[in-house]
């Protein structure tokens, strides 16, 4: 089954122009236009094909394709674990496992979440690309949002970044940060001579980390983050750039072999509205027990 959506045509709305009404009543994005107007069930009135051109009359129904019709990613399905918390028409929330890459890349062309994702639709039968709305490093553990179709994918991005989607992360660093809350404001940048490494640098692009202690256990501190920026690697140059970088940090910190195989950062809490219906949504995701063992919590 493909996702679509409709659009009724009352009066008030007859005889505009069916690219007016996808773009200013359904809210498409001119780029999703582009694409599906060429597909065979792109745009429908009363199930018969139409042009952008089109004027729907009173009484007539507008139906948009919104899945997609065909894999642009070049990513290869493979099955692997994924942890679900939520699931509908229009996205996914994930639990992202530490250790696990997001996308494919050098050394990673099988076992990442978008080819454990590809994989899942399959089994079921069910259209979709990988269109993951934000990132998280390998390392990183905890929720991912991902967009089931291209529409969604926008629209959710468009959300990043602004009051309408936060991103919520707690951390576990090295020593206690003084002051126990404060804000990281400092621009960051690659760093010369390496392919990885970002570096706080006065010409970097702006980025701005909140920061707040919420327990001390032995030599580390137990910190909730939440982020203004989406940079490369930021809470991990920041907090290294405090003088605590994340614990089991081995770029910007020291590894700790035998105790933990990451840094200890986890995406622990994600807020949005809805790409389609605008409802608020909120997810939660406890610590997982690596990252828990290290604070010797229970």
Request: charged share 25%; aromatic share 6%.
């Amino acid at each position: 089954m493909s996702r679509r959506l409709e659009l009724p045509i009352g009066p008030e709305l007859a005889g505009i122009k069916v690219d007016t009404l996808l773009k200013r009543h359904l809210g498409l994005s001119g780029t999703v236009v582009r694409r599906i107007k060429w597909l065979e069930d792109g745009i429908l009135v009363d199930g018969r094909r139409v042009n952008t051109r089109y004027c729907p009359q009173e009484g007539e129904c507008l139906s948009v394709r919104l899945s997609d019709p065909e894999r642009r990613s070049g990513i290869v399905p493979a099955p692997g674990p994924l942890d679900i918390g939520y699931e509908d028409q229009d996205l996914l929330v994930l639990n992202k496992a530490p250790g696990v890459p997001v996308h494919p890349g050098p050394g990673h062309f099988d076992d990442t979440v978008g080819n454990f994702l590809l994989a899942y639709y399959d089994s079921k039968g069910e259209e979709g690309d990988f269109h993951p709305v934000h990132r998280l490093d390998r390392g990183t553990s905890g929720l991912l949002v991902v967009a089931r179709h291209p529409h969604a994918q926008e629209i959710l991005k468009r959300q990043l970044h602004t009051d309408r989607f936060r991103r919520t992360y707690l951390a576990i660093c090295v020593g206690t940060p003084d002051p126990a809350a404060g804000t990281v404001d400092a621009p960051l940048g690659p760093k010369e001579g390496s392919l990885v490494e970002q570096t706080v640098r006065p010409d970097g692009k702006s980025a701005r980390t909140h920061y707040e202690t919420l327990a001390v256990s032995g030599p580390y501190a137990l910190l909730r983050l939440t982020l203004e920026t989406g940079r490369t690697h930021q809470i991990r140059v920041h907090m290294a750039h405090l003088g605590h970088p994340l614990a089991g940090d081995f770029l910007y910190g020291r590894e700790l072999p035998g105790v933990l195989a990451r840094p200890a950062l986890h995406s622990a809490q994600v807020a949005f509205c809805h790409p389609i219906s605008g409802f608020p949504m909120s997810f939660t995701q406890p610590m997982p027990p690596d990252l828990c063992r290290l604070l010797e919590i229970p």
